[in-house]
C-alpha cells in the first residue's frame, strides 16, 4: 500500500494518531495524591509483613472472586480459602436486605454462631473461647445504596475457629481478608440490588403500557361517540323544512332531549376514565417505586367496596353492553359497614379490580348451562370470612366471576406468573402481565390471588386481611 504524504501506515496525521493513542497520566494535584497513596500501600504491606501462605491467599480470593459470579460460588470461596491454605474451618454470616443475620457458608457442620442478633454484631474482631470474629464491612462511601442501613457500616462477619493461638498479627491478617470480603460483597449486594431496579422499571413499563396505555386506547371510541351525538345536534337544526313551525320544534325538542341525555351519559363516561387514567398515572410514578425498585404501598382508609369496586364497575359497565355481556352485581355495592373501610392503596388496588374486569371482558364466552346458558355474563360479589376461611384473620373476599369454559387444569398453576397466557386466550390480544401485576399488588397488601371453577363460572378472586381501624 502506497503510504500518503503526511500519514503513517493507519492513514492517519501523527497528530490524529497522537490524539487516539495516547492518554495523559494525571497531572498537578491528582497526580500527587495518586502517587501518594501508591506509597502509602507500599509502606502499609511492609508493615503487615504478610508471609508468603498469607500473600498467596489474598491472591488468590481476588482471581476467585472474579473467576465466579455466582453469590454462592463467591461465599463458597470466603470459606474454602482459610480451609485449603490454612487448615481453619471457617464460617460466613451475612445480612439480608430484610436485615436477617444468615449463615451463607461455613466449611463444617452447623453449629451454634457467636453473634445472632442482627443488633449486636460485633464492630470490631473479637477472640470468643477458640473463634476469630472479624466484622464484614462494607464501603462507607457508598453505603447508603445498599436496601437498608447497617449499624457501623457492618453487613456481618466472618468467624474462623481454632484461633487460640492466633498472634495478633494472625488477627491482622484475618481483619483484612474480612475486609476484602466485604467489599465485594458489598458491590455484589448493589450489583443485585440494581438488577432488581432494573427488572422493576422494566415491569413498570408494561404494567403503564398494559394499566394506562391500552385503556386509554379507549378515549378514541369515547370520542367518536361524542362526535355522532354533536353531529347528530345539527340533523336536528336542519330538520322541519315543510313542516309547521309547532310540529318541527315539539319534534325538534323531543330529540333534543334524547341528544342531550345521551351527551351527558358521554360525558360522564369520558370523566370518570379521565380521573381513572390520572389516579392510575399518578400511582404508577411515584417516586418512591423508583427509588425502592418495587413497588411501595402508600395506604389510606377506603371502603373497599363502594370507594374501589363500585367505580371500577361503573367505568365499565358500557364496556360490557356493548360486549352483550350481562354484569351481574350480587352484593351490595354501597355498604355502610365499617370493616370494609381498609388502610389501602387506592390506586394500585383499583387497577387490580380494572385488571380483573378487562380479562372479564376479553376471555368471557357464553356459559354451556345453569342460568346464564347461552349467553355471556359476568359477576362481581364480596363478603367477609371468618378467621379459618381467610388469610389465618378476619378477611374480606372479592370476586370477579366470568362465564365460559374452565380453564385447563395445566394452566390454574400458572395463571398469575409473569409472561403467561392460558391456553383460552385464542385470538384475544394481551401480553400476560395484568394477572401478575394483580398478585404482586394483592400480596404487598398481605393478602393472596386465586382461582376456582364453581358451576358455570370462572372465579378469579383476592383475599385481604381486614384490619382493626383502631389498631
Given at each position: 500500500?502506497?503510504?500518503?504524504?503526511?500519514?503513517?501506515?493507519?492513514?492517519?496525521?501523527?497528530?490524529?494518531?497522537?490524539?487516539v493513542y495516547m492518554c495523559p497520566l494525571p497531572g498537578g494535584e491528582d497526580a500527587v495524591r495518586m502517587s501518594g497513596r501508591v506509597e502509602q500501600k507500599i509502606e502499609d504491606y511492609q508493615r503487615y509483613e504478610f508471609t508468603p501462605q498469607q500473600k498467596s491467599a489474598l491472591n488468590i480470593?481476588?482471581?476467585?472472586?472474579?473467576?465466579?459470579?455466582?453469590?454462592?460460588?463467591?461465599?463458597?470461596?470466603?470459606?474454602?480459602?482459610?480451609?485449603?491454605?490454612?487448615?481453619?474451618?471457617?464460617?460466613?454470616?451475612?445480612?439480608?436486605?430484610?436485615?436477617?443475620?444468615?449463615?451463607?457458608?461455613?466449611?463444617?457442620?452447623?453449629?451454634?454462631?457467636?453473634?445472632?442478633?442482627?443488633?449486636?454484631?460485633?464492630?470490631?474482631?473479637?477472640?470468643?473461647?477458640?473463634?476469630?470474629?472479624?466484622?464484614i464491612r462494607g464501603n462507607h462511601k457508598i453505603i447508603d445504596q445498599l436496601p437498608f442501613v447497617p449499624e457501623e457500616d457492618v453487613i456481618g462477619y466472618l468467624e474462623v475457629q481454632g484461633a487460640g493461638d492466633f498472634s495478633e498479627h494472625d488477627r491482622l491478617f484475618w481483619e483484612k481478608?474480612?475486609?476484602?470480603?466485604?467489599?465485594?460483597?458489598?458491590?455484589?449486594?448493589?450489583?443485585?440490588?440494581?438488577?432488581?431496579?432494573?427488572?422493576?422499571?422494566?415491569?413498570?413499563?408494561?404494567?403503564?403500557?398494559?394499566?394506562?396505555?391500552?385503556?386509554?386506547?379507549?378515549?378514541?371510541?369515547?370520542?367518536?361517540?361524542?362526535?355522532?351525538?354533536?353531529?347528530?345536534?345539527?340533523?336536528?337544526?336542519?330538520?322541519?323544512?315543510?313542516?309547521?313551525?309547532?310540529?318541527?320544534?315539539?319534534?325538534?325538542?323531543?330529540?333534543?332531549?334524547?341528544?342531550?341525555?345521551?351527551?351527558?351519559?358521554?360525558?360522564?363516561?369520558?370523566?370518570?376514565?379521565?380521573?381513572?387514567?390520572?389516579?392510575?398515572?399518578?400511582?404508577?410514578?411515584?417516586?418512591?417505586?423508583?427509588?425502592?425498585?418495587?413497588?411501595?404501598?402508600?395506604?389510606?382508609?377506603?371502603?373497599?367496596?363502594?370507594?374501589?369496586?363500585?367505580?371500577?364497575?361503573?367505568?365499565?359497565?358500557?364496556?360490557?353492553?356493548?360486549?352483550?355481556?350481562?354484569?351481574?352485581?350480587?352484593?351490595?355495592?354501597?355498604?355502610?359497614?365499617?370493616?370494609?373501610?381498609?388502610?389501602?392503596?387506592?390506586?394500585?388496588?383499583?387497577?387490580?379490580?380494572?385488571n380483573l374486569l378487562s380479562n372479564a371482558l376479553k376471555y368471557t364466552t357464553a356459559s354451556d348451562s345453569g342460568e346464564y346458558a347461552g349467553k355471556k355474563a359476568v359477576y362481581a360479589d364480596w363478603k367477609i370470612l371468618d378467621a379459618g376461611q381467610g388469610v389465618g384473620r378476619r378477611s374480606?373476599?372479592?370476586?370477579?366471576?366470568?362465564?365460559?369454559?374452565?380453564?385447563?387444569?395445566?394452566?390454574?398453576?400458572?395463571?398469575?406468573?409473569?409472561?403467561?397466557?392460558?391456553?383460552?386466550?385464542?385470538?384475544?390480544?394481551?401480553?400476560?402481565?395484568?394477572?401478575?401485576?394483580?398478585?404482586?399488588?394483592?400480596?404487598?397488601?398481605?393478602?393472596?390471588?386465586?382461582?376456582?371453577?364453581?358451576?358455570?363460572?370462572?372465579?378469579?378472586?383476592?383475599?385481604?386481611?381486614?384490619?382493626?381501624?383502631?389498631?
Amino acid at each position: 500500500m502506497k503510504k500518503e504524504k503526511g500519514k503513517d501506515e493507519t492513514g492517519c496525521s501523527p497528530k490524529a494518531a497522537e490524539k487516539v493513542y495516547m492518554c495523559p497520566l494525571p497531572g498537578g494535584e491528582d497526580a500527587v495524591r495518586m502517587s501518594g497513596r501508591v506509597e502509602q500501600k507500599i509502606e502499609d504491606y511492609q508493615r503487615y509483613e504478610f508471609t508468603p501462605q498469607q500473600k498467596s491467599a489474598l491472591n488468590i480470593f481476588f482471581d476467585l472472586v472474579q473467576e465466579y459470579e455466582d453469590e454462592e460460588d463467591f461465599h463458597a470461596v470466603c470459606v474454602m480459602i482459610p480451609k485449603v491454605i490454612f487448615g481453619l474451618e471457617s464460617s460466613l454470616f451475612l445480612l439480608s436486605p430484610q436485615s436477617v443475620l444468615t449463615c451463607r457458608r461455613s466449611s463444617m457442620d452447623a453449629a451454634a454462631p457467636p453473634f445472632d442478633d442482627p443488633q449486636s454484631l460485633p464492630s470490631v474482631p473479637v477472640l470468643i473461647h477458640e473463634s476469630f470474629c472479624c466484622p464484614i464491612r462494607g464501603n462507607h462511601k457508598i453505603i447508603d445504596q445498599l436496601p437498608f442501613v447497617p449499624e457501623e457500616d457492618v453487613i456481618g462477619y466472618l468467624e474462623v475457629q481454632g484461633a487460640g493461638d492466633f498472634s495478633e498479627h494472625d488477627r491482622l491478617f484475618w481483619e483484612k481478608y474480612a475486609n476484602r470480603i466485604g467489599f465485594q460483597q458489598h458491590l455484589r449486594m448493589i450489583h443485585e440490588e440494581n438488577k432488581g431496579h432494573l427488572s422493576f422499571i422494566q415491569n413498570l413499563v408494561r404494567d403503564i403500557g398494559h394499566n394506562v396505555i391500552v385503556p386509554n386506547m379507549y378515549f378514541k371510541l369515547f370520542f367518536n361517540r361524542l362526535k355522532r351525538q354533536i353531529d347528530g345536534v345539527g340533523n336536528i337544526c336542519e330538520t322541519g323544512a315543510g313542516e309547521s313551525a309547532e310540529a318541527a320544534l315539539s319534534q325538534m325538542m323531543k330529540e333534543l332531549r334524547n341528544v342531550h341525555g345521551k351527551l351527558e351519559e358521554q360525558f360522564l363516561e369520558i370523566s370518570r376514565h379521565y380521573e381513572q387514567t390520572s389516579l392510575y398515572l399518578e400511582t404508577l410514578l411515584r417516586q418512591s417505586h423508583f427509588e425502592k425498585g418495587r413497588y411501595v404501598l402508600e395506604r389510606r382508609e377506603a371502603n373497599v367496596i363502594s370507594g374501589i369496586l363500585r367505580p371500577q364497575l361503573l367505568q365499565f359497565a358500557p364496556r360490557f353492553r356493548d360486549a352483550k355481556i350481562t354484569l351481574v352485581q350480587k352484593g351490595e355495592m354501597e355498604p355502610k359497614n365499617p370493616e370494609l373501610v381498609q388502610p389501602v392503596d387506592v390506586g394500585l388496588m383499583a387497577q387490580v379490580i380494572s385488571n380483573l374486569l378487562s380479562n372479564a371482558l376479553k376471555y368471557t364466552t357464553a356459559s354451556d348451562s345453569g342460568e346464564y346458558a347461552g349467553k355471556k355474563a359476568v359477576y362481581a360479589d364480596w363478603k367477609i370470612l371468618d378467621a379459618g376461611q381467610g388469610v389465618g384473620r378476619r378477611s374480606l373476599k372479592v370476586e370477579i366471576a366470568s362465564t365460559g369454559p374452565e380453564l385447563a387444569v395445566q394452566d390454574v398453576p400458572q395463571l398469575f406468573m409473569q409472561g403467561y397466557r392460558g391456553g383460552n386466550v385464542g385470538s384475544a390480544g394481551g401480553t400476560g402481565q395484568g394477572l401478575f401485576f394483580v398478585r404482586q399488588i394483592v400480596e404487598l397488601h398481605e393478602g393472596r390471588m386465586s382461582y376456582e371453577r364453581v358451576g358455570e363460572w370462572n372465579i378469579f378472586y383476592m383475599i385481604l386481611p381486614l384490619h382493626d381501624s383502631e389498631s
